[in-house]
């Protein structure tokens, strides 16, 4: 075989690899840039990760302000795309805001580990959270205060731990965070604390609580048997064009190939 033959063959088998993507890289180039919940800061990260291990030429970006903040980001056009963990309000779909449930995320109840407590219901959660009841040994635990740790308002979290509760103005927390680890941490320090996390990011400095017998995990969530769940959200303009590396990430993580990634994260996905 002549040397001009042999290189002929060698340009058509790049030429290939290069067309079916074996062992190269994505096209897209560009930026993403997502705002919002910071429950969602687990699952999208790994996801961002993945998505720029195949597209080495597009930056992601990720800002946990919040889920209300990340709908008005978006709103306002300061972001690609926002992040929210519970569903739009009317008023925000008024403004031309359109909702992409992503997958599902049981909010967890969490305790201090060296609380005797193990189960509540949701009856009882609320009296807690709108103090009725001020004492642990009122649902069987130590004879101490219970103090009550939340989130900020426009929280998605508190949101959706308020609108499941039936709470909504009426509890009286100690403290309101601004995140989902500064509750994790609060609880962690406090033994009497008691406060509510994305399941995904409850850590083992925590306990979560069995709510009606049942206690949160993936499967729970899924068969819909843990109620205290919400949907983790991707929060889009209309008639506002996303970019060609903003659509394919949007692309990607409602694919069949996201799901394990959300999965291993914690959550489960809505596809």
């Not at 060698?10 to 074996?22: D, Q, S």
């Not at 980001?73 to 992040?83: K, Q, T």
């Not at 017998?213 to 969530?221: A, L």
């Amino acid at each position: 075989m002549n040397k001009k033959l042999i290189g002929i063959m060698l340009v058509a088998v790049l030429a290939l690899a290069t067309f079916t993507g074996c062992g190269s890289k994505s096209s897209v180039e560009g930026s993403v840039s997502t705002d919002g919940s910071t429950s969602m800061e687990k699952v999208i990260g790994a996801l961002g990760e993945s998505f720029m291990e195949s597209n080495s030429k597009v930056s992601f970006t990720y800002n946990p302000t919040g889920s209300g903040s990340g709908i008005t980001a978006v709103a306002e056009g300061r972001c690609d795309i926002g992040l929210s963990s519970r569903n739009l309000k009317d008023e925000e779909k008024q403004k031309g805001l359109t909702e992409t449930v992503l997958a599902y995320d049981g909010i967890a109840i969490v305790v201090n580990p060296e609380n005797k407590v193990e189960d509540l219901t949701v009856e009882q959660i609320a009296s807690i959270f709108k103090g009725e009841v001020t004492n642990w040994k009122e649902v069987g635990g130590a004879d101490a205060e219970i103090v009550l740790i939340g989130r900020e308002a426009g929280s998605g979290t508190r949101d959706g731990f308020e609108s499941i509760t039936k709470t909504e103005d009426a509890c009286k927390y100690r403290q309101e965070l601004t995140s989902t680890g500064d509750v994790i941490t609060t609880v962690a320090g406090n033994p009497n604390a008691i406060g509510y996390a994305s399941l995904a990011s409850v850590k083992e400095t925590v306990k979560a609580l069995k709510v009606g017998g049942i206690t949160p995990s993936e499967d729970t969530i899924k068969d819909g048997s843990y109620t205290v769940q919400r949907p983790f959200v991707l929060v889009t303009k209309e008639g506002a064009e996303l970019s060609a590396a903003a659509q394919a990430f949007y692309d990607f993580v409602l694919s069949k190939d996201a799901r394990s990634i959300i999965s291993e994260a914690g959550v489960v996905p809505a596809n």
